[in-house]
């Protein structure tokens, strides 16, 4: 497929789209940068030939979004900011100002993955940029990194508010009643201070760099682009093809086991919405004493026809609720977004469909604003595609137990209609066994809708852009 057609073809889009899309948390006073780059975009591209209007286009559509979020939000303030907001195990209470802090710092340290443009070309093409063809597989990296900030970072890190406010990411600027440590720096040799928790943050920053460099646009990161279209032509795709959430739930799996750099790390993906313990077991257990390895669980389910059984809505909002959750590869027709809340009746989402230039992150302290998102946005569930895979993370034995327990329980809310995926004792060898258990019930409805929900290879992905 040719992905100057498919981008051409989400550009024609109305701008109005999503207007019901709503912020949560904005801050006062909006900056309105992204509107003057907008103007300033098409001022200075407006010589250039036809060729490089492809890629102008891409750049104006993901400006126009961030203007578009901000238009939306003074559109629609009159939306209900007063229902806790829950994002990936924690519970936010938006009426508090401590509260919507905490919120800001744990959402701004999720890494936003989107589109790229001048990137090496990719595999068996001339292809430099993903836009218009890679959002799903952005969307899995952004789930796979929240695995890995919670196999490597202590609980509860969030990416320091300081470095936000610092010259070179680690060269921070603070007042001089704060503690700290003086330093000098410059040709003039002023004295600046250095505050003490910038450099017990510095271990963890390094991490933190790291895993970003992990996602790198380049043929070497074990999670990079290049790499994901690689291990996909295993599943009979290739640059500029569509990747769908269950696709990419197996790229995902080969990228962990083909690398060294994320020790005690393993993924496994269920397998018609069944998740076999005794597989687990074997991917986990190593010879005493060593202790089980972490493990991420990747389920890809579908959660209706065309469109989503609002049946299982509950449901979602209950796994989403679980610290073991680490968000959905999802998202509504036409576009794959990376869900990791909701408040209320509306999901709250990361979107990877901005077209920003490739970042070399073998610079030293390069820049990391593009890798994270400030501001969420939401999107009612009605308008959720029904196919989606669900991303649990698990450090431990004990860990892996409870989420068991934890998920099990979630589960059970939408036992009025068929559960969306089931833990079963044994190995996936012994299915044909398990389907013809009397005791199993559940998995052979869920079995049988299944056959019959899936008629057409066109509902079991996202819809091309």
């Known amino acids: 497929m040719n992905p100057s057609s498919s981008s051409a073809s989400s550009e024609s889009q109305s701008p109005d789209d999503d207007l019901t899309e709503d912020w949560l948390f904005l801050p006062n006073n909006v900056n309105t940068a992204t509107q003057q780059h907008l103007e300033e975009e098409e001022e200075s591209n407006t010589e250039q030939d036809e060729e490089d209007r492809g890629r102008l286009r891409s750049k104006l559509v993901s400006a126009w979004n961030s203007v578009k979020y901000v238009w939306s939000w003074k559109q629609k303030s009159k939306y209900s900011k007063s229902s806790p907001v829950v994002m990936l195990g924690k519970s936010y209470e938006p009426r508090d100002q401590a509260e919507r802090e905490r919120f800001r710092r744990c959402f701004t340290s999720l890494l936003w993955l989107t589109y790229r443009r001048g990137f090496p070309p990719l595999p068996e093409g001339a292809l430099t940029t993903d836009s218009g063809w890679g959002c799903v597989l952005r969307t899995g990296q952004m789930l796979l990194a929240r695995g890995l900030l919670l196999h490597l970072m202590p609980p509860g890190w969030t990416w320091s508010a300081s470095q936000h406010a610092v010259r ?190 490739t970042v070399d992150t073998k610079k030293q302290n390069f820049p990391l604003e593009s890798f994270h998102c400030k501001y969420p946005r939401t999107m009612s569930f009605s308008r959720m595609d029904p196919s989606c895979t669900f991303g649990f993370y698990a450090k431990g034995q004990k860990d892996f137990e409870a989420l068991c327990t934890d998920v099990n329980e979630a589960l059970s809310t939408s036992a009025e209609t068929y559960p969306m995926f089931i833990f079963v004792e044994g190995k996936s060898q012994e299915e044909e066994e398990v389907r013809k258990s009397s005791t199993n019930i559940a998995y052979i409805q869920r079995k049988s809708e299944r056959k019959q929900v899936v008629t057409s290879s066109s509902m079991d992905e996202f819809v091309l852009l």
């Open 168 to 357: 070179d990411d680690m060269d921070l600027l603070v007042s001089s009643t704060e503690r700290g440590l003086y330093l000098k720096d410059g040709p003039d040799k002023k004295t600046r201070r250095l505050s003490l928790d910038s450099l017990l943050d510095r271990p963890m920053e390094a991490s933190h760099r790291r895993v970003v460099t992990w996602f790198a646009d380049h043929p070497t990161a074990p999670f990079g682009i290049h790499k994901l279209v690689e291990l996909g032509k295993s599943s009979g795709k290739k640059a500029g093809d569509w990747y769908g959430p269950s696709i990419v739930a197996h790229i995902l799996r080969r990228a962990v086991d083909a690398t060294t750099d994320v020790p005690n790390l393993v993924v496994y993906v269920a397998q018609d919405c069944t998740i076999y313990l005794e597989d687990v077991k074997r991917l986990c257990e190593r010879p005493p004493p060593q202790s089980w390895k972490s493990v991420i669980i990747l389920v890809p389910v579908r959660l209706g026809g065309q469109d989503l059984n609002p049946s299982y809505v509950t449901c979602v909002k209950k796994l989403l609720t679980l610290e073991s959750c680490i968000g959905i590869i999802g998202g509504k027709p036409k576009h794959s977004l990376f869900f990791v809340g909701f408040q209320d009746d509306h999901l709250l989402y990361l979107d990877p469909h901005y077209c920003r230039p």
